[in-house]
């Protein structure tokens, strides 16, 4: 069993920063890419930014410049630190995990979600 938990969504105003966290824990051997997904009421889900185990991180053009992604391998958690945010952020964060278990089986795990709601 692998659970993914979120925390640090929230109401902020415009031009605020948030710092999403995202912990996998349980039947972990490795993770490899790790990352969060958006999406908002009435839109299709985007990818935010994404992070290989390495470091190496990639994102969407929206949020280049204003997000910085990374991750903890000793503590199996990714982070998204969001600066600069603007209304249009505004949407439920999921983040995912590419995770080998002990038994060697691959499987992509999603957290429950977190809200982010950007104010004017």
């Known amino acids: 069993q692998v659970q993914l938990v979120e925390s640090g969504g929230g109401l902020v105003q415009a031009g605020g920063s948030l710092r999403l966290s995202c912990a996998a824990s349980?039947?972990?051997?490795?993770?490899?890419?790790m990352g969060w997904y958006r999406q908002a009421p009435g839109k299709q889900r985007e990818l935010v930014a994404g992070?290989?185990?390495?470091?190496?991180?990639n994102y969407a053009d929206s949020v280049l410049g204003r997000f910085t992604i990374t991750r903890d391998n000793a503590k199996d958690t990714v982070y998204l630190q969001m600066n600069s945010l603007k209304l249009e952020d505004t949407a439920v964060y999921h983040c995912?995990?590419?995770?080998?278990?002990?038994?060697?089986?691959?499987?992509?795990?999603w957290g429950q979600g977190t809200q982010v709601t950007v104010s004017s």
């Open positions: 992070i290989a185990r390495s470091g190496m991180g």
């Open positions: 995912y995990a590419d995770i080998w278990r002990n038994d060697w089986s691959r499987e992509t795990y």
């Open positions: 349980g039947d972990i051997l490795s993770i490899n890419d």
